[in-house]
């Protein structure tokens, strides 16, 4: 590396245009809007920037504390729900052999690449009412329903539809849906860097694999386990899209509550002041990553 | 008939051979595809209601192909792309080498700083695009492919960063030695810049490519907020059409796009194990 005064010439011809851009097309917007949610609304898009505190304690009314409460949790459970799922998929990318990992990583990055909005549609058409998980149950039922009265049991009903899509239950599975590559990814790169004879030993020492994987395989993996984590997270607590279409009128993230405050209800300086609030929250999570990453290396 | 083979006893490792972990694998993948399968398979189905299956008809696509706002959105959505990842692809290879290379005041700043794009939530950065651009109040009544400006901008912001990411690592492994024979054979600065260096960052920069156009054609967030009534791209498109039902017409746009996005990704890996093969032979 070199000081970027003995090439004065070729710093400025890399430096200049990213740097840039980066000012005038990505700092000034974020700082216009952190200005604006220092504003008062004065027409339509004329907002005077008077330096009050009163969209932040908006946001701290009971109604949005409680849309943000609501993220962090539907957020917080789709990480888990990610976590338990996508834990055994990457042991096992892990442990198979040569000829079948590059088809397992592919065959979950592929959905990655995939288009969002086409994934959420996807689900859409799968959960309906009239879509292919309640055609699939009913044919069950109905299947089941004519052997059931052959050995003495009393004939069900005629299948009553389930309720699958616009509720919570439907944003929780679309946000484990699309997130999930992002949680096998990570993992699987901690898991395959891990010593497999530290494995081996805690076997051959006695522990089952519960325990060894508890004991020996997650601590190792740690911060790999833990950008997981964060990479699921952050992205799932700003989700706009998924609870947009998979969710019912209960189910608003704080996503939606930003785009409202823009698009519909034209308050701005709130908007900017939620948009904050939850840029915020993600440093936060960021920050918690790299504080750990930083002591997982020093034990190492 | 290995089903009639003696079993080869689990080695404790092997996780991946144990039938349980199988199923799991099996479920989960049943879980990612089934849903893409099923779009795909029922964009061939001949009814309009697209419950049962009604037989095989590609009347669909023809609809979807002869959609003409369907269709303009899709140019419009393949323009902005191809347009946001050359100059992504400049910008962030740049900045790439800015970072590699050079010591230079409140450094860590600005490598944070450009880092912001990939981790700020796409919701807070499109709101940021929308009040940048009302405050800007460029016309509107541009012609075409002029009015896509604001749109390709925004994209240009959140692909470039990640084209500096992925070249930055092709850099790591460059050999500054090679660089400094050049220069003792008689090369000047540029020349060494432009036949030894950039030939080492070329994978970076496919890879990077590959992956802004992908992430350009995929947004959606970002470009709900900067778009108007006559800048509509594909999926702000699909957006206004899945809102409220679920038809075939979307499904075959949706199953195109698909196909589109499969072609891409075996076309990108296929060039990485060539360059890589090619890497090794050197």
């Not at chain 1, 395959?192 to 030993?201: H, N, P």
């Amino acid at each position: 590396m070199e000081d970027w005064k003995r090439g004065r010439a070729m710093f400025a011809t890399v430096a200049a245009a990213p740097l840039t851009w980066l000012t005038l097309f990505f700092i000034i917007p974020m700082a216009v809007v952190w200005l604006y949610s220092f504003g008062t609304n004065r027409g339509l898009t004329d907002i005077d920037i008077s330096g009050t505190l009163v969209n932040y304690q908006r946001a701290l009314e009971p109604l949005y504390l409680g849309i943000f409460a609501k993220s962090l949790v539907v957020a917080g459970i789709t990480t888990v729900i990610c976590l338990v799922v996508g834990f055994p998929v990457a042991l096992a990318i892990v442990f198979s052999t040569d000829r079948w990992k590059p088809w397992l990583l592919l065959a979950i990055m592929l959905p990655f690449w995939t288009n969002l909005l086409i994934r959420t549609y996807a689900l859409m058409a799968v959960l309906r009412t009239e879509g292919y998980a309640n055609q699939s149950i009913g044919w069950l039922h109905d299947r089941f329903g004519s052997i059931m009265p052959l050995v003495g049991l009393p004939a069900p009903g005629a299948y009553e539809p389930m309720n699958l899509l616009y509720n919570n239950f439907a944003v929780i599975l679309g946000l484990v849906y699309v997130h999930l590559p992002f949680m096998v990814l990570p993992l699987y790169a901690a898991l395959d860097r891990l010593d497999r004879s530290l494995i081996e030993a805690s076997l051959d020492l006695g522990a089952g694999h519960i325990r060894t994987l508890l004991a020996i395989v997650a601590p190792l993996a740690a911060p790999g386990i833990i950008s997981g984590i964060i990479i699921t997270f952050v992205p799932a607590l700003g989700a706009y899209l998924t609870p947009d279409l998979l969710g019912g009128p209960d189910s608003q993230m704080i996503a939606n509550v930003i785009e409202r405050q823009f698009k519909r209800a034209n308050d701005w300086p709130f908007g900017a002041a939620l948009s904050f609030l939850l840029m915020y929250a993600t440093f936060i999570a960021i920050a918690f990553q790299a504080v750990k990453a930083k002591q997982a290396e020093r034990r190492g | 008939m290995n089903l009639f083979r003696r079993k080869i006893p689990l080695a404790p490792l092997e996780y991946t051979r144990r039938t349980s972990m199988r199923i799991w694998v099996g479920l989960v993948l049943f879980f990612l595809y089934a849903p893409l399968v099923t779009l795909v398979a029922f964009s061939f189905n001949d009814s309009r209601r697209n419950i049962v299956w009604r037989g095989f008809t590609t009347k669909y696509y023809e609809k979807a192909l002869n959609n003409e706002s369907l269709m303009t959105a899709l140019g419009n959505s393949i323009t902005i792309a191809a347009i946001a990842t050359v100059v992504s692809v400049v910008l962030g290879a740049l900045a790439a080498v800015m970072l590699w290379r050079f010591r230079f005041p409140f450094k860590a700043a600005w490598e944070g700083a450009l880092a912001l794009p990939i981790v700020v939530p796409e919701i807070c950065m499109g709101v940021a695009m929308l009040a940048f651009f009302a405050k800007l109040d460029l016309p509107q009544d541009l012609a075409w492919p002029l009015n896509l400006g604001q749109i390709t901008i925004a994209h240009i912001t959140f692909c470039f960063p990640f084209v500096t990411m992925v070249v930055r690592s092709r850099l790591s492994s460059f050999n500054r030695e090679e660089e400094e024979a050049a220069k003792d054979l008689g090369a000047t600065e540029w020349q060494a810049l432009r036949d030894v260096l950039l030939p080492h960052m070329k994978p970076g920069l496919i890879a990077g490519a590959l992956l802004a156009f992908t992430l350009s054609l995929d947004d959606f967030v970002i470009t709900f907020f900067t778009s108007g009534p006559n800048t509509i791209t594909f999926p702000v498109k699909v957006y206004s059409m899945v809102r409220f039902s679920v038809t075939p017409e979307v499904n075959a746009a949706s199953a195109m796009v698909i196909a589109l996005t499969v072609i891409l990704t075996s076309l990108a890996l296929k060039l990485q194990s060539r360059m890589g093969a090619l890497a090794q032979g050197h």
